[in-house]
């Protein structure tokens, strides 16, 4: 059975941009590899993640940003909550732009293990794994580079 290298990738912060390419290694020397293709398993979805098909390796690219279930609540502008019916949007990826954004829940979990799986010539499949890691940093910036529209 071939193998896949790296077999786990590198670690990641949430929302940071990263690009690996993932090799398969044929188990003997007659072995052949003629395709490869993958998918991002598991929840919640990753709307950001792109996965390039090819001959003997695949390569994976693009952020993650819903990986941790942080709850944000927010009104669409120029209204409160006493006079609209407040909205929420769970990951960072899901919160739409220009809204008053009004409350937090953060997701303190340190970190998340996310996995592809890889099919091999279209029978053979492998798993790799990564972290994605949640730095109490990264909702700071999050926020701090949020477009906020309280009217």
Request: hydrophobic share 35%.
């Amino acid at each position: 059975m071939p193998t896949a290298s790296p077999s786990s990738l590198d670690s990641v912060v949430i929302g940071d941009q990263f690009t690996v390419t993932v090799d398969i290694i044929p188990a003997t020397q007659f072995e052949i590899i003629s395709s490869v293709t993958g998918v991002l398993t598991g929840t919640p979805l990753e709307p950001d993640i792109s996965i390039t098909s090819g001959s003997t390796s695949v390569t994976i690219s693009g952020r993650h940003v819903n990986t941790f279930t942080d709850v944000f609540t927010y009104l669409e502008p120029g209204f409160s909550d006493l006079e609209a019916t407040p909205s929420t949007a769970t990951g960072r990826g899901n919160m739409p732009a220009d809204k008053n954004l009004f409350n937090l829940n953060q997701d303190t979990r340190k970190s998340q293990t996310r996995t592809y799986v890889l099919t091999v010539n279209g029978s053979i499949t492998l798993s790799v794994t990564q972290e994605v890691i949640n730095p109490l940093e990264a909702m700071t910036s999050f926020m701090a580079n949020y477009n906020y529209k309280a009217s």
